[in-house]
C-alpha cells in the first residue's frame, strides 16, 4: 500500500513537474530571468565564443555570435535547453564614435517603410499599425543591419524545437529591442507558435505617443518589460516636444483657429495671440531638433555607410516611453553605493547599478 501511494505520488509530482517545464516562458517580470539576461548581456564585450561560456550562468551557451554591421551593432544568440528557451541579446553603445552615432541620429521616421541600406539592399519593414507611428532613425538602422541575421537564427533554432525567445537589450540594445519585437510582431513568414518575451533594460524612448500604443498593445499582458533605475537619466531621452499636430486626429485644436473666429473681435484676436504664442515655439523646436538630429547627423552617417539614403524625416520630435514598467527604485545604501563625483555621468546606468538595485529589491533573483 506503502509502495503504492509513493508510485502515486512519484507520478503526480512527475507529470506536475513536466506540464510546468512545458511552459518555457511566463509573461510579467521575473527577477531571476531578468538577472540571467543581465549576467549574459554583460559578455557581449567578451572576445571569444569560449570565454563567453565560461563565465555563463549555468545551463546558457552562447551558440553564436553576429559580425558588427550597421553603426557598429552586435548580437548575441544563446540558448538554454533545459528550458527551451532562446535569448536574443542586443550589444549597447560600444564608446566608438560610429556607436554614439547612432544614439544622435535621433530624428523620427514613419514606422512603415523601407530603407535603401546600399546600392543593393533595402529593407522594407512595419513596427506598427498607426500611420502617425514613428521612431528613431538611428535604431532603426541598427535594427535593419540586424534584422535578417536574427530572422535566419530564430527560423533554424525553431526547426530544432526552441519555440521561447527572449529579446533584451541594455542601453541602445534595449531601444532597438523594442523595435526588433515590433519588428517580429508584423514580419510575414514567422511561425506563429513562437513565444517572445522582451526585457528593454536601461532603455531609451524609440518612438512616439502612437508607437509606444502599439508596442504595448502587442506585448499586453506582461509580454514587454522596460526596466528602469530610477536615478538613471539616459531612460529620459531623447528630448520630447509635443505639438497640436502630435495629438489623435480628434482633437480640440483640429478647427481651433475656425472656433476663435466664432468669437468676438476681442475674444478672437487675444485667443489667436496667446494660442500662438504657445504653438509656434514647440513646432519651430521641433524642427530644429529633427534638423540637428536628422539631416545633419545623417549626412555624417554617409560618411560610415556611403550607399545608404537618407529616409523621409517627419515634423515630430515627441518621443514617449514603450512597454509595462519596472522600476528599480534607489533604496537607503545605493547612493553611497554608487556615488556621483560630477564626472561619471554613466554610474546609475551601468549593468552593475541596475543588477544591484535588482538584488536587493528582489533577493530571489540571486542565483
Request: proline share 6%.
Amino acid at each position: 500500500m506503502m509502495f503504492r501511494i509513493s508510485l502515486v505520488s512519484f507520478l503526480f509530482l512527475f507529470f506536475t513537474e513536466n506540464v510546468l517545464f512545458a511552459q518555457h516562458l511566463s509573461p510579467h517580470f521575473n527577477p531571476r530571468e531578468y538577472h540571467e539576461m543581465l549576467a549574459l548581456s554583460s559578455l557581449q564585450r567578451d572576445t571569444t565564443l569560449e570565454q563567453s561560456n565560461a563565465n555563463a550562468p549555468r545551463d546558457y551557451r552562447l551558440v553564436y555570435r553576429s559580425p558588427e554591421t550597421g553603426l557598429k551593432n552586435r548580437w548575441d544568440l544563446w540558448v538554454n535547453r533545459s528550458r527551451g528557451i532562446a535569448m536574443i541579446s542586443i550589444r549597447g553603445t560600444n564608446g566608438t564614435a560610429t556607436s554614439w552615432m547612432e544614439n544622435f541620429y535621433a530624428g523620427m521616421i514613419s514606422a512603415k517603410g523601407t530603407l535603401q541600406l546600399n546600392d543593393s539592399t533595402t529593407f522594407t519593414y512595419k513596427l506598427a499599425e498607426d500611420d502617425k507611428a514613428f521612431v528613431h532613425a538611428g535604431w532603426l538602422l541598427g535594427l535593419a543591419a540586424m534584422a535578417p541575421d536574427i530572422v535566419q537564427q530564430i527560423k533554424r533554432y525553431y526547426q530544432e524545437g526552441i519555440h521561447d525567445f527572449v529579446v533584451f537589450g541594455h542601453s541602445q540594445g534595449g531601444a532597438i529591442a523594442f523595435l526588433l519585437r515590433s519588428y517580429l510582431q508584423y514580419l510575414d513568414g514567422m511561425p506563429k507558435d513562437i513565444t517572445f518575451k522582451t526585457y528593454c533594460s536601461a532603455a531609451p524612448k524609440p518612438g512616439n505617443l502612437f508607437y509606444a500604443y502599439d508596442y504595448d498593445y502587442i506585448t499586453r499582458d506582461g509580454w514587454g518589460l522596460r526596466v528602469v533605475n530610477g536615478a538613471d537619466w539616459v531612460p529620459e531621452v531623447p528630448f520630447s516636444i509635443q505639438t497640436p499636430t502630435d495629438f489623435n486626429t480628434t482633437n480640440p485644436f483640429t478647427n481651433i483657429k475656425k472656433a476663435f473666429r466664432k468669437q468676438k473681435l476681442p475674444a478672437r484676436v487675444a485667443l489667436s495671440y496667446m494660442y500662438g504664442r504657445l504653438n509656434r515655439p514647440t513646432r519651430k523646436a521641433s524642427r530644429r531638433f529633427q534638423r540637428v538630429l536628422g539631416k545633419m547627423v545623417h549626412s555624417r552617417v554617409k560618411k560610415v555607410l556611403p550607399e545608404y539614403n537618407r529616409p523621409v524625416f517627419v515634423n515630430s520630435h515627441n518621443y514617449t516611453p514603450a512597454g509595462t514598467p519596472v522600476i528599480l527604485y534607489p533604496i537607503k545604501g545605493y547612493e553611497e553605493k554608487f556615488h556621483f563625483d560630477g564626472k561619471n555621468i554613466f554610474i546609475n546606468h551601468s549593468i552593475n547599478a541596475y543588477r544591484w538595485l535588482l538584488e536587493h529589491i528582489y533577493p530571489e533573483s540571486k542565483p
